[in-house]
């Protein structure tokens, strides 16, 4: 199969999001009347997965998944389960981090595969760290682009997306790209020529809908590097559809502001 034609696959969490809307932000201790309600399928991986499929890419999800509409304690994936899957078919795999210590095999699994293709050839890997948890940390040096979120740079002391790049570029292996976003402040990234680059946030005329902003940017930098891109428009096309997004519920209408641009 030809690069063009492979897809890119998520594998991490899918999950049932309830969302209420209020007319405000409720104050603590306080009762609100909902406006509306709504189920929409979530996950970190899995809304990745979505807006790569309506930006146009071929995509894939790798996850737990039940029959009914709700499950409890669904396992997440194992290196077992993975190395059941044909990899010739895709082009990159990214990796929201859960599993850590089965995540880092997964990985080392497409390693194996990919030291027996040409460099142009090879499946590209990324992974996320979001939660301030020990056991996700070792996925540092594990991905050719790793995404770190706010919440973990500060953990790290770090106060800003250029600050958190410049503090944690020496956990990834030689080469990788890392990459924050810092919501309204933008998103930095860092590669192997040591220069750090920087995007302005996008946001909408109004703020309406931000749960899955960071996996929106996550999905659309991934595209954008997926397809031969620079990292610094990876990086501006990735705060300028997250801050779409922010603008409207749910994801479908992220297609109609970027298919024909």
Not at 19 to 46: F, H, L, M
Not at 165 to 188: M, Q
Request: proline share 3%; net charge negative; charged share 25%.
């Amino acid at each position: 199969m030809d690069q063009e034609n492979r897809k890119i696959l998520c594998v991490g969490l899918v999950c049932l999001d309830i969302i209420s809307v209020v007319d405000k932000y409720p104050e603590e201790d306080t009762d609100s009347r909902c406006v509306s309600q709504r189920w929409q399928r979530g996950g970190n991986a899995s809304n990745s997965c979505t807006v790569l499929s309506l930006l146009g890419a071929q995509s894939a999800f790798m996850g737990s998944l039940c029959a009914g509409p709700v499950a409890e304690n669904l396992p997440d994936v194992t290196a077992d389960d993975f190395s059941k899957v044909d990899l010739s078919q895709f082009k990159w795999i990214h990796w929201e981090g859960r599993n850590a210590a089965e995540q880092i095999k997964m990985i080392q699994h497409v390693v194996k595969f990919n030291d027996a293709l040409p460099r142009q050839q090879r499946i590209s890997i990324s992974v996320e760290i979001e939660k301030t948890r020990e056991a996700l940390y070792e996925l540092f040096p594990h991905g050719d682009v790793v995404f770190v979120s706010k919440d973990v740079a500060r953990h790290f002391g770090f106060q800003s997306a250029e600050a958190a790049v410049r503090g944690l570029y020496h956990r990834v292996k030689e080469g990788s790209v890392l990459i924050c976003p810092w919501a309204e402040h933008g998103a930095d990234a860092l590669g192997p020529d040591g220069i750090v680059l920087h995007s302005d946030a996008f946001p909408p005329e109004a703020l309406v809908d931000t749960l899955g902003a960071g996996d929106t940017f996550n999905a659309a930098v991934i595209f954008t590097l997926s397809k031969g891109g620079r990292l610094q428009d990876a990086l501006t096309f990735g705060c300028r559809v997250a801050g779409r997004k922010c603008g409207f519920h749910g994801f479908d209408n992220i297609s109609q502001y970027f298919t024909h641009e």
